[in-house]
């Protein structure tokens, strides 16, 4: 009687004990994230209120806005936590193949802002732009009112009519650029359009014969992937519309290997709260690129069609590719004020 009450109770305090450790376990992935967030010598106050609102809004980016966007959410909860679908405050507006996707991800990891998921496409697709400004506000995920709205989409800063429509919006909105190496991106271009003929057991022209015109062996500036490399050709029509100061440009190759240092100029750009650290960001070994962190429990990387594998491409085209943007990526350099190691 004694061996089976004494067994009885073993069960019972290991029951407890489980319990108690998988409470602990629970409370840890709960809170981990909002433990990183705090400074290595907390200052008490320095920010205000606004510490305990970027806290509050890391805790439910995860979980409410997720539901808002699965329909499990209420109106009256949407009232109660105040949040809103705000137009954009930034816009991610290029360059295709030059990192947007995983700049956006990047910037995503901070409390303060929010992302559109898809490219909405409103200001370079005439349909969509006809639709209205509050088709495009409908468009925005939901948050707080103290949160930035970023969208991304690479056509933006390569077709005509997009500065002149951003500028009817909001003539103080910021836009961030990030570029690579024109021919790099180039090729980058090209290799993604190729991947999908692929698919489709499609046949597709060698890159040398799209970048350089067979009847005078020069450039083909014809050729979009080549056309959209011409940064400053671009840069120029937006600079029409608003100064400098609006845009950021933002280094893609850099991103790509040490992107800290990226984020942290972005940061500072939009008037945000440093808040992206190391912890964030982890190199992949195995993918050969940064992950994401966002608290002990939650990480992603950026989806497997990042970071193909380029064609070889004869050296001759690739000289003449890197002379041919010289003078453009020299005037880039000047207009910006942000120079590169490109050739």
Known sequence: ????????????????????????????????????????????????????????????????????????????????????QQLPQAIIIGVRKGGTRALLEMLNLHPAVVKA???????????NYAKGIEWYRKKMPFSYPY??????????????????????????????????????RAIS????????????????????????????????????AVRTSIYTKHLERWLKFFPIEQFHIVDGD???????????????????TPRISQYNLYFNATRGFYCLRFNIVFNKCLAGSKGRIHPEVDSLVVNKLHKFFHPFNQKFYQITGRAFSWP
């Open 1 to 84: 009687m004694l061996f089976k009450q004494q067994a009885l109770l073993r069960q019972k305090l290991f029951l407890l004990g489980s319990l108690a450790v998988g409470s602990l376990l629970y409370i840890v992935a709960r809170v981990g994230s909002l433990d990183r967030l705090q400074p290595a010598c907390p200052l008490e106050g320095q920010f205000g209120d606004q510490d305990q609102i970027m806290l509050r809004a890391l805790q439910y980016k995860r979980g409410l806005t997720y539901d808002l966007h699965s329909g499990n959410t209420t109106k009256e909860q949407i009232r109660l936590h105040n949040m809103v």
């Open 189 to 224: 271009d090209y290799t993604q359009v190729l991947e999908g003929k692929e698919r489709k057991n499609k046949t597709y022209y060698k890159f040398e014969k799209l970048a350089i015109d067979p009847s005078t062996c020069e450039v083909n500036t014809k050729y979009k």
């Open 117 to 127: 998921s898809q490219e909405i496409h409103f200001f370079d697709n005439d349909g």
């Open 254 to 272: 850099r991103l790509i290997t040490e992107p800290l240092p990226e984020l942290q100029l972005v940061e500072n750009f939009l008037n945000l």
């Open 147 to 184: 949160q930035i709205t970023i969208e991304k989409s690479p056509a933006y800063f390569i077709t005509e009519e997009v500065p002149e429509r951003i500028y009817k919006m909001n003539s103080s909105i910021k836009l961030l650029i990030i570029v690579r190496e024109p021919t790099t």
